[in-house]
């Protein structure tokens, strides 16, 4: 999951960018309101954080057209505003959920899954791949019910391969999937971040392998021990 935050305080933004990528997820961050519509332009996102208070523009307007332009994608407003009016306003602009300031991580992490429940694009509450379960909701990966301890990166690597399970996933792809703007990932990166996967599913009765496709990329297929 790529999510994207726009928010006019460093200090926040670093501590929410940190709390996210703990998650397992990734993010881009930018500071002004016309970065953040550049940024939706040029990628995908699954998530918009969104800050009312930018220091270019109001936040609400960046939410309103992009519900005039009829996309989907899921904001969770992030502001300081919180009297009942304004809370109410955000909403009506389209807004998916509300968070006044000052806020603990926590909840916004479980306030992040509770929208990506929701979304069309995470339809599927779990991942399975042989004796392989990803629970979406937890980020927890288990083998025939024991749970395997992988770093972020790792689960979220595991997740593209179960998401195209028997298909090819090019390097290209992964490559783009882990990348942050500003945090290009090479082709030796990906490697090593297979080779420290496989390792890890090793120990496990996975019943599943993943495969190098010379020259293309990886799959994991089923059917092995």
């Not at 603990?104 to 379960?133: C, F, H, K, Q």
């Not at 391969?161 to 990906?190: P, T, Y």
Request: net charge negative; aromatic share 4%; charged share 30%.
């Amino acid at each position: 999951m790529r999510i994207l935050l726009i928010e006019d305080s460093a200090r926040l933004r670093e501590l929410l960018c940190e709390a996210i990528r703990e998650a397992g997820w990734r993010i881009d961050a930018f500071a002004t309101a016309s970065e953040g519509r550049l940024s939706l332009e040029a990628a995908s996102y699954d998530l918009l954080l969104l800050d009312l208070g930018l220091p270019d523009e109001d936040g609400l307007d960046i939410l309103k057209s992009l519900r005039l332009a009829k996309q989907q994608i899921p904001v969770l407003v992030l502001t300081a505003r919180g009297a009942i009016d304004e809370r109410i306003a955000g909403l009506d602009a389209g807004a998916d959920d509300y968070l006044v300031k000052p806020f603990n991580n926590g909840e916004l992490i479980a306030r992040v899954r509770a929208l990506m429940r929701r979304s069309p694009v995470t339809t599927m509450p779990t991942l399975e791949s042989a004796a392989l379960r990803f629970d979406m909701a937890s980020r927890q990966v288990t083998c025939n019910g024991i749970e395997i301890a992988l770093a972020p990166s790792e689960k979220s690597l595991l997740e593209l391969l179960m998401r195209n399970g028997g298909k090819v996933v090019s390097k290209r792809k992964i490559e783009h999937a882990f990348s942050e703007f500003g945090d290009e990932r090479s082709s030796n990166a990906v490697e090593l971040a297979v080779s420290r996967l496989r390792r890890k599913l090793e120990g496990h009765p996975v019943d599943a392998v993943i495969e190098t496709v010379r020259g293309v990329g990886y799959m994991l297929r089923e059917g092995y021990v």
